[in-house]
């Protein structure tokens, strides 16, 4: 198979974010018209993100945001979008790079954008980790036992992200 010099993968993935900046861009500066309004999903990691450390703690991966009636000051550069939005009643203001995007969605058009999470993970440099020495031992963590009356049941994942109605947001 012959070898894409030309990448064309990664002209496609940035006509396709050039897309998502153009519709935020014209949101910016005219608003949402009619019934559209937008669901954007980031990895809240990535590199240039930038979110309130309880909002970090909060979606330790990934976010969805929803800007439809309450949002304010979108402001769209070539790399970023910023926005204000508020979150259990108190205000926030996210900063987040295009690169960071995974997905877009305009369920009234209805039009759908999904990018590979693998595209903002590369954007952002592996974290150093500091050498251990040949001879230092690795802890061993100890067994621990297992709970009365379990029968070796395999232990419960974790309680993840609260799932949310969304009519609570729209306006009656």
């Known amino acids: 198979m012959a070898t894409d010099h030309i990448r064309y993968d990664v002209l496609a993935r940035d006509a396709l974010r050039g897309v998502l900046?153009?519709?935020?861009?014209?949101?910016?500066e005219?608003?949402?018209p009619g019934e559209h309004h937008f669901y954007i999903t980031f990895l809240s990691t990535a590199e240039?993100?930038?979110?309130?450390?309880?909002?970090?703690?909060?979606?330790?991966?990934?976010m969805t945001i929803i800007l439809q009636h309450?949002?304010?000051?979108?402001v769209v550069t070539e790399e970023k979008f910023e926005v204000?939005?508020?979150?259990?009643?108190?205000?926030?203001?996210?900063?987040?790079?295009?690169?960071a995007v995974t997905r877009f969605l305009d369920p009234s058009a209805p039009f759908d954008l999904q990018f590979d999470a693998s595209d903002a993970v590369a954007?952002?440099?592996?974290?150093?980790?500091?050498?251990?020495?040949?001879?230092?031992?690795l802890p061993v963590p100890a067994a621990t036992p297992a709970a009365e009356g379990s029968d070796?049941?395999?232990?419960?994942?974790?309680?993840?992200a609260e799932v949310v109605r969304l009519d609570r947001f729209r306006k009656k």
């Open 30 to 32: 005219h608003g949402l």
């Open 70 to 74: 309450q949002f304010w000051d979108l």
């Open 152 to 160: 070796d049941e395999p232990p419960k994942p974790s309680e993840g």
């Open 84 to 99: 204000g939005l508020s979150f259990g009643g108190i205000p926030e203001r996210l900063n987040v790079p295009f690169a």
């Open 21 to 28: 900046r153009r519709v935020l861009a014209d949101a910016a």
């Open 48 to 62: 240039g993100v930038k979110l309130s450390p309880r909002l970090l703690a909060q979606y330790p991966e990934e």
């Open 123 to 137: 954007e952002k440099p592996e974290p150093k980790v500091p050498a251990v020495p040949a001879a230092a031992p």
